[in-house]
Nanobody, 114 residues
Framework: VQLQAFGGGLVQAGGSLRLSCAASGSIFRVNIMGWYHQAAGKERELVAAISSSGSTNSADSVKGRFTISRDNAKNTVYLQMNSLKADDTAVYYC?????????WGQGTLVTVSS
C-alpha cells in the first residue's frame, strides 16, 4: 500500500489550501482515511478522518474551517482547509487505517504566514 499526498505550500493567514492523497495497492473497501499534522517540536496529531462509509471526525481546532471528503472509487481523500491560521503550520501526513494497520504518506508541508 502506498499513499501519495499533494497540495501543500505557502499561504497567507486567512487563505485556503486543498490537500489530496491517493492510496494505491491492495485497498480493502472498509477503511478509514485521514490527515494528521505535526508541527515543529510537537507530536503528530489527528486533524480529520473519514471512514469508507462517510463518517467523519475532526479536531476541535479545525471544526468549521477544514472539511474532509473522499472518493472511494479513486481511493483518494481530500482536506479542504479554509481560514488558515499560523498555528496550522505543520507537515501534514495522510493516513490509511485498514485491518488494524496504519499506512502513512510522505507528508506535505503547509506554511501559513501571518
Amino acid at each position: 500500500v502506498q499513499l501519495q499526498a499533494f497540495g501543500g505550500g505557502l499561504v497567507q493567514a486567512g487563505g485556503s489550501l486543498r490537500l489530496s492523497c491517493a492510496a494505491s495497492g491492495s485497498i480493502f473497501r472498509v477503511n478509514i482515511m485521514g490527515w494528521y499534522h505535526q508541527a515543529a517540536g510537537k507530536e503528530r496529531e489527528l486533524v480529520a478522518a473519514i471512514s469508507s462509509s462517510g463518517s467523519t471526525n475532526s479536531a476541535d481546532s479545525v471544526k468549521g474551517r477544514f472539511t474532509i471528503s473522499r472518493d472511494n472509487a479513486k481511493n483518494t481523500v481530500y482536506l479542504q482547509m479554509n481560514s488558515l491560521k499560523a498555528d496550522d503550520t505543520a507537515v501534514y501526513y495522510c493516513n490509511l487505517k485498514m485491518f488494524n494497520l496504519n499506512y502513512w504518506g510522505q507528508g506535505t508541508l503547509v506554511t501559513v504566514s501571518s
